[in-house]
């Protein structure tokens, strides 16, 4: 089993930055998610990390604006969020997978989730 605890959510103004944390334990994970959902619309995944080796990958729409880390010896995994839009207002979750396969984005493709934080940007 897999626990995943997820913090560093709150409100900030547009262009403002905040860090999210994602503790985990439990059985060796091969890679960590963060995915969001706002309120009607579907869940959809924001950034990727693979922990053995630290590759990344991001969607689109937080390119050059999201960093997705790792801290294999605290088994945690952050993700600094900068130049926030009201946009990007969502629950934040932490994913995790034990098993490789599946494209990154789906969250079928995760067996582990967090309770999720909530992270409101205003204009």
């Known amino acids: 089993q897999v626990l995943l605890v997820e913090s560093g959510g709150g409100s900030v103004q547009a262009g403002g930055s905040l860090r999210l944390s994602c503790a985990a334990s439990?059985?060796?994970?091969?890679?960590v998610a963060w995915f969001r959902q706002a309120p009607g619309q579907e869940r959809e995944g924001v950034a990727l990390i693979y922990t053995r080796y630290g590759t990344t990958a991001y969607a689109e729409s937080v390119k050059g604006r999201f960093t997705i880390s790792r801290d294999n010896a605290e088994n945690s995994v952050y993700l600094q969020m900068n130049s926030l839009k009201p946009e990007d207002t969502a629950m934040y979750y932490c994913?995790?997978?034990?098993?490789?396969?599946?494209?990154?984005?789906?969250?079928?493709?995760?067996?582990?989730w967090g309770q999720g934080t909530q992270v409101t940007v205003s204009s």
């Open positions: 439990g059985y060796t994970i091969s890679r």
């Open positions: 994913a995790a997978s034990t098993r490789v396969g599946g494209s990154w984005y789906e969250p079928r493709s995760y067996n582990y």
